[in-house]
């Protein structure tokens, strides 16, 4: 009996969690911890990670928010390149590679674009474009993903001695609803294990 109101319970009070994201910003607050706000300044390039694809292949909705702030940077010389990163050894197409046909598209020349096609994760993404920035010779370096994603990425390319300004796009979160806010909630839920377990890591 005991054990059986226990999974009521439990189910009931999934089931209000639900409900709550749903129809209520949780997604929003729960974020705040995760997330550094910075102001951008003039860099030697913006970094866009890819948030992914979708089961098309086209560009996820967070990937799309991204893409479009790294642009808009761009266009407003913030960086002489736009870096875009993400993808994978074996899956096609290549999320870098959808971002550059979207990046093209809206004006951003060829020759100011690279890619970085191989990353599968956050580790990998700032592994890899670590790797770029030293390559390059540069100093500093913009880099453009959610709000929630901030802190994990921050503390990963300063653990790297890259010098890294993080931004991201301020309605992403806000302006969610439905399935997409009940979504979100669960990756930043998904976002504090990971870091955890970054930290865990180091030490």
């Given at each position: 009996m005991k054990r059986k109101r226990l999974i009521v319970t439990f189910s009931v009070l999934i089931l209000v969690f639900l409900?709550?994201?749903?129809?209520l910003p949780l997604n929003y607050y729960l974020a705040l911890p995760l997330t550094i706000k910075e102001n951008p300044k003039p860099a030697d390039a913006i970094v866009v990670l890819s948030g992914g694809l979708t089961k098309k292949g086209d560009l996820g909705e967070s990937t799309k928010e991204r893409l479009n702030l790294g642009i808009n940077l761009w266009k407003n010389d913030y960086g002489r390149y736009l870096l875009l990163s993400g993808g994978s050894f074996?899956?096609?197409?290549?999320?870098?590679?959808?971002?550059?046909?979207d990046a093209l598209?809206?004006?951003?020349?060829?020759?100011?674009?690279?890619?970085?096609?191989?990353?599968?994760?956050?580790?990998?993404?700032?592994?890899?474009?670590?790797?770029?920035?030293?390559?390059?010779?540069?100093?500093r370096i913009l880099v453009v993903t959610s709000a929630y994603h901030t802190r994990r990425v921050k503390t990963m390319y300063t653990d790297r001695g890259v010098?890294?300004?993080?931004?991201?796009?301020?309605?992403?979160?806000?302006?969610?609803?439905?399935?997409?806010?009940l979504?979100?909630?669960?990756?930043?839920?998904?976002?504090?294990?990971?870091?955890?377990?970054y930290f865990i890591g180091k030490v």
């Open positions: 409900i709550a994201t749903w129809f074996t899956k096609e197409p290549k999320d870098a590679s959808v971002m550059a046909k598209k809206k004006g951003v020349p060829a020759e100011a674009l690279l890619l970085e096609s191989s990353s599968e994760n956050t580790y990998e993404n700032v592994l890899l474009t670590t790797n770029i920035y030293y390559q390059n010779r540069w100093h010098k890294v300004i993080v931004i991201y796009p301020e309605k992403e979160l806000i302006e969610a609803r439905g399935f997409l806010r979504r979100q909630t669960f990756v930043i839920l998904e976002e504090y294990l990971k870091l955890l377990y």
